[in-house]
């Protein structure tokens, strides 16, 4: 069994819930980085943007580490962050609890073989 090499990036604590930020990463999962990047510029989300940054942050992981340029995506993933509460007062002093949601995004690349397959 060989090694796979693979580039790691992570970004933690964004602003947005995991389940809307997943709709993004869906849409994008069983692409290419590079074909991703394309199509994350037309998306109409807040958190496209961020999910782009952290693609271009493993593509260049990998760059660094010397990885043959077919990449494809190991993993990408969205998980829960941080609940930030809040309070928003009322009438008749009742206070309703806001839930501010946050989430982490971890994003794995690996090389493609020059047949296509993986490696």
């Known amino acids: 069994m060989e090694?796979?090499?693979?580039?790691?990036?992570?970004?933690?604590n964004i602003?947005?819930?995991a389940r809307k930020t997943r709709l993004v990463v869906n849409a994008i999962r069983k692409l290419s980085p590079e074909v991703a990047l394309e199509n994350l510029q037309f998306m109409n989300y807040r958190n496209s943007e961020v999910v782009s940054k952290v693609i271009k942050t493993a593509i260049n992981n990998a760059n660094l580490?010397?990885?043959?340029?077919?990449?494809?995506?190991?993993?990408?993933r969205v998980d829960e962050g941080i609940t930030r509460?809040?309070?928003?007062?009322?009438?008749?002093?009742?206070?309703?609890?806001?839930?501010?949601?946050?989430?982490?995004?971890t994003v794995k690349i690996s090389e493609l073989k020059k047949d296509g397959k993986e490696s």
């Not at 090694?3 to 933690?12: E, G, S």
């Not at 010397?66 to 995506?73: I, L």
């Not at 509460?85 to 995004?105: D, H, M, P, Q, T």
Request: hydrophobic letters at 35%; glycine letters at 6%; a positive charge.
């Open 85 to 105: 509460k809040g309070l928003r007062f009322k009438g008749r002093a009742n206070v309703e609890i806001l839930s501010k949601r946050y989430c982490n995004i």
């Open 65 to 76: 580490s010397k990885m043959q340029t077919p990449y494809k995506f190991e993993e990408i």
């Open 3 to 12: 090694n796979k090499k693979i580039a790691l990036a992570k970004i933690k």
């Open 15 to 17: 602003k947005g819930s």
